[in-house]
Structure formats: C-alpha cells, structure tokens
C-alpha cells in the first residue's frame, strides 16, 4: 500500500493537507471514508514515514498545508479569483490550527469570525495510490468544533454566500447556520461531501434538499449515483434533474468528462478544460466550486461559470494538496482567456484582504466549518 501511493494529512477547521506521494501520476478514481481515532491516525502516519520511499522528480513527497473541502472553495476564492471570503467555524490551539489560521491569512481569507478553542485540530489522512484511488481516514471525534448556539446573525450580516458541506454527524450546526444565513438573505451552496455520506444519510440529505434553503448544490459523479438509488449503470443527468426539483442551480462534476448544469429549465454540459496534467485529484471538486461561485458573484451565463469551475477545477490537480500554486493560477488564467473568460481583476487585492474586518458590507462568500 505505501510502495506505490501517497498521504494526504488534512488538518483544520475545513482540515489541513500534508501530501506525501509515490510515484508521479494519478488519474481520478474512487475514494473511501472511514473514521478512525487518533491512536489510529498517528500509527498510520508512523506506517507511512517508515516506507516513505524517495520522490522521482526532486520535489519534497510532503507537504503541509492549510485545506479540507469548503476551505478549499473559499481560498480559491479568494487568492485566485480576489472575492471577499471569510470562515465561520473553530480550530483548537495546537500547531495545526496556528497553521490553518496563518495560511488562510496569507491566502486573504477573512477569519474575524474563526474561534480558536482549547483542544485539538481536525485531521485526515488520505492515502493516495499510483492510479489516484485514495482512501480517506478522518479523525474528528476529539476535534474542536462550534455548537449551534455559537452563530450570531452578525456573523452572515453583508454577505451574499453560506458556502456548507453536508455532514451527518454536524446537521444542527447546518441546519442552524442556515437559518441564520437565510434571515440575512444569504444563498445557500451545499457540497455533497462523498458517496459514502449520500448512501448512509440520504434521506436526512433529501430532507435538507426538501427545505428549498440550498441555491446551489454540487455533487460529483459516484455522490450522484447514490442520490438516485446507487445503481452501477445510471445517467448523470437523471441526478441533475433530481437536484434541479429543490435547487435553483444543481452541478454535477464528472472528472475528465466535464461537468453538466442546470439552472431552471436550462440545462448545458461542458468539457474539461485544456490538456491538465494530472498529478492529484485532491480539491479538484472543492476548486471546481471555487471558479463556478466566482461567476455567479459576477452574473455570468451558466454555460461560462461552468466554464471558469473547469479550468480552476483543472488548476488544482496539476500538483500536490488541495491549494492551487502560484504557477497554476496562472495556467488557470490562460486557460480562462484562450476560453474567452471574465478574468479576475486582482490589482486590489492585497488591499482588501488587509482591510476586510472594516468591509463586512462587501463580503461574497462565508464558510461554515463547524
């Protein structure tokens, strides 16, 4: 298992990626979710260091990063495409949340509404083989985490987007996040998170989807599977219009075949953009939400906001970890303008992101990482 893969360590309020990898190329395929306790994590991570076998290409196999789903989104956001982000949520004391809060920062995240508390950090470990199979071991039992009675309205006030990722085990925090956010006139997107969650919680998903609080939701291609009964042969598009009954927009990403959309009765399928090397899938889904938020905070047509999720979708798995680098974002960007795309307007950028705790009336889009 470790002679031919990787690791993926995610810690943080939406967790933290630490990527260890063996051998140079992975393709999209299936992943797995199983929880485990800490003793259990740390002999994982014990394992995988004792086999860790030297990189092909002269780059570190480890990295360590601030990450996880919806922090993923919000940082994409915000670095590559200049939209006020922010994070609702908690991290513990420890070194991996001083890590999470000092690389969003850096990322231009807004974190005036992140409460540190006393205790641990979420972490995941995530190991990743040659064909990009990954097997995820989340450890969040012992995690620090907001109750539902942490939310103030104050939080939402001035933004346009909750950004949320379905969690079985934090529903009263969602449920409640929402609430508040839709007394602020706030939309509501909604990660479907892993199959794993859709085929054990759907029909507290469909519950949730039967509120009509989600504007927008996204689910990949095996979450759509199981949305609609879990059969092996099944047609994307029939999930489509499942999510479409309760959602004014409903995505469903379908890796190197592209994406498919809808928005009222205007249904459109794009392809995946440009010729991206595949290096790791982690976060291509996270960013492919990240590119099609920015569109809609700038009111384009469904077609290109797809357009703009693909070729930022496309940007994040051209190297380790859910975070986009320099050098991608810039791939991004010729992809986007060969594309003839709205490019981001990035000059003020540096500005805003240090002077968004005074512009709470210009906030985009929010995170809720309980």
Known sequence: MYMEGGLTLLKGPGKEFCNIRFGSEFHTSLYFVMQVCIEELNYILAEVNAHIL?????????????????????????????????????????????????????????????????????????????????????????AVKLQANDFKREDFKGSKWLVVRYARQNMEQILEAI???????????????????VRDYR??????????????????????RELIGGELTFDPEEALGFLGEYCKWAVVTLASK?????????????????????????????????????????GLPLEECCKVGACSGGSVVRALGGEVRPENWQWMYKQMHASHLVLPDLSNSTEEFTTQASKKEKQDCWTDCC
């Open 179 to 197: 609430r508040i956010a839709k007394q602020e006139g706030l939309l509501v997107s909604l990660d479907l998170a892993s199959f794993e969650m």
């Open 258 to 298: 592209g994406c498919i959309a809808k928005h009222g009765k205007q249904v459109v399928e794009v392809a995946a953009t440009g010729e991206s090397k595949a290096v790791d899938a982690t976060g291509a889904g996270d960013l492919f939400a990240s590119g099609f938020l920015y569109g809609l905070v700038k």
């Open 203 to 224: 029909l507290q998903l469909i519950d949730l989807l039967e509120t009509g609080n989600i504007d927008l939701c996204f689910a990949n291609e095996d979450e759509a």
């Open 54 to 142: 030297p990189s092909r290409d002269d780059l570190s196999p480890i990295r360590t990063i601030a990450g996880g789903s919806v922090a993923n989104t919000i940082r994409g956001l915000s670095a590559g495409f200049g939209i006020s982000t922010g994070i609702i949520g908690a991290c513990g004391d420890d070194s991996q949340g001083h890590l999470f809060v000092s690389n969003m920062s850096f990322s231009g995240v807004d974190l005036t509404r992140l409460r540190t508390k006393k205790g641990h950090t979420a972490q995941c470990a995530c190991l990743v083989d040659a064909s990009g199979n990954r097997t995820m071991r989340p450890c969040l039992s012992s």
